[in-house]
């Protein structure tokens, strides 16, 4: 949404809104007789939909120097601000979790691990988010400069999986502590809807109080946060004891969980760009690079640490390894049980962490659809912003049941292609584009962009590597079944075979077909 990418900018929207309608009554009339009636009225439903709600209207097309906002003094703050605020979630609590639970870490193991996982998971999204204000050109629509249009759309496809994920572990967990905090009143199905809602209204309609939001959410989440820390902290065991399980572990527990946490920052960067188009072309990228850095790690170090916290001290509290054995929701409500109502209140807090993640979420995967296909542009985003909702909160009613089966699976698994793409994107700009100019206009004109020969063949040798590598529950690959102990090796070994061979394939393609 516009606020996003605006910095959270209400200035010039209405003028914005009254360009991007123009742009859909366009889209409308470029199409045959027979499907003018119903472009033209999605288009007039647009219109309306924006007008009335105050939705920004624009989908992929890109944003061109003179439609940017103008430099400001807090442009820096807001990008740390909005990575901050959306990285203060329970799902990295609940990530925090499987180093001493899964891999058997200690809290120093863990602390390690997890901390070096999320910094450089979030470089990688810092990155990545630079190039927003340098193309005004959504995350995956730079991609095409890099893989070619045809296999971007690929990655548009699995990163709609990715966002849509995300969406349902938010609205599993956010159902888990309403049915927990309401006693078992409230049936876990019900909190998801109500979270589902929640995400919808504010993602969709709700654009001044999403701006109001994500300006001030972080403090009231950093207190709740800091609360947890008061309540459940005297719990954590920070140093082994002989009745822990932090003997176990092994040089592939940690890899594994380091990268976990790797992963669970690095699935961030196929959308990062995707909320800071709006800003001016000068915004320097080193700056923006270290706030949004700085903002994502503070956030998840804060929020995966207090994960590991939390596990170290289930063995000792009853009461939380009840809560742990129901479901992750339920512990994280029971970290604040010994406040008894505003213990409860806390827990609903953490709600807003939940919804603030979703947002940005919802907001890229229905940028996405829209790229998957020559119509996708003419379909409003508001749209499939309601369709998307509707989709991840039928899987999350659906698999409510297996969010720690989720978690364990589902992060290193979309970490797979998004290492074997970043590696892509890397060696793209830095050893054959670099000190080019890029004509940012033709994003949408296949024969000027790359036929994306040699990334989709390193592609798929880095999806082989991936599958050579991987040690999932579903499947263990020939590689990591002769190590001593099964270690997910698939996300380290798919970028290595990507970055190994696209050089010199691109090296062929280039002298050869020469775009």
């Not at 004891?241 to 932090?246: D, Q, T, W, Y």
């Not at 263990?476 to 190994?500: E, H, R, S, Y």
């Amino acid at each position: 949404m516009a606020d996003l990418e605006q910095g959270y900018d209400l200035k010039g929207q209405d003028k914005e809104v009254e360009h991007h309608v123009h742009t859909l009554e366009l889209l409308s009339t470029d199409t045959d007789v027979k499907g003018s009636t119903f472009q033209r009225g999605i288009a007039t439903f647009g219109r309306v939909f924006s007008q009335v709600c105050g939705v920004e209207a624009r989908g992929i097309e890109r944003v061109a120097n003179d439609e940017r906002q103008p430099p400001t003094s807090n442009t820096y703050t807001s990008i740390f601000l909005l990575w901050l605020s959306s990285a203060l979630t329970g799902n990295n609590i609940i990530v925090g979790l499987y180093g001493p639970s899964l891999y058997g870490l200690d809290w120093n193991q863990a602390i390690i691990c997890a901390t070096l996982g999320v910094v450089l998971g979030s470089m990688c999204v810092g990155y990545m988010s630079t190039w927003g204000p340098k193309s005004g050109n959504r995350t995956l629509v730079v991609t095409r400069y890099f893989l070619g249009y045809y296999l971007s759309k690929s990655c548009c496809l699995l990163n709609i999986c990715t966002m849509l994920g995300y969406g349902m572990v938010n609205c599993i967990l956010g159902g888990q502590v309403i049915y927990t905090v309401s006693g078992g009143r409230t049936a876990v199905p019900v909190g998801i809807i109500v979270v589902s809602v929640l995400t919808w209204f504010i993602a969709t309609l709700g654009v001044h109080l999403f701006q109001f939001y994500t300006r001030y959410a972080w403090i009231i989440q950093i207190l709740t946060l800091a609360v947890m820390i008061g309540c459940a902290g005297p719990s954590f065991i920070t140093s082994p004891s002989p009745s822990s399980n932090a003997h176990r572990a092994t040089a592939s527990d940690r890899l594994s969980f380091f990268s976990l946490c790797f992963a669970s920052g690095i699935t961030w960067a196929p959308a990062s760009a995707d909320y800071f188009v709006y800003f001016p072309p000068t915004t320097k990228s080193w700056r923006m690079f270290l706030a949004g850095t700085t903002g994502m790690s503070l956030a998840m170090i804060l929020t995966t640490l207090l994960g590991i916290g939390l596990a170290t001290g289930v063995e000792s509290n009853p009461a939380w390894i009840e809560a742990s054995l129901a479901s992750p929701g339920s512990l994280l409500a029971a970290s604040f049980s010994n406040l008894h109502g505003f213990g409860r209140f806390c827990a609903v807090i953490l709600l807003l962490g939940a919804i603030s993640n979703n947002i940005p979420c919802t907001y890229s995967a229905g940028l996405n659809l829209q790229m998957l296909g020559r119509y996708g542009p003419r379909i409003p985003r508001p749209l499939l912003t309601t369709l998307e909702v509707v989709i991840y909160t039928v899987c999350a009613i659906v698999a409510r049941e297996h969010l720690r089966e989720i978690l364990e699976n589902f992060l290193p698994l979309m970490s797979y292609w998004i290492v074997v793409w970043l590696a892509i994107c890397l060696e793209e700009a830095w050893i054959f584009r670099r000190g080019c100019d890029f004509d940012w206009t033709v994003w949408n004109n296949s024969h000027r962009l790359p036929m994306g020969l040699a990334a989709g063949t390193s592609f798929l040798f880095g999806i082989l590597g991936a599958v050579l590598g991987m040690s999932q529950s579903y499947f263990v690959g020939p590689i990591a079944k002769t190590l001593p102990q099964n270690c997910d090796l698939g996300m380290w070994l798919a970028f290595g075979f990507t970055a190994v061979l696209y050089p010199a394939f691109r090296y062929v393609e280039l002298h050869i077909v020469g775009r």
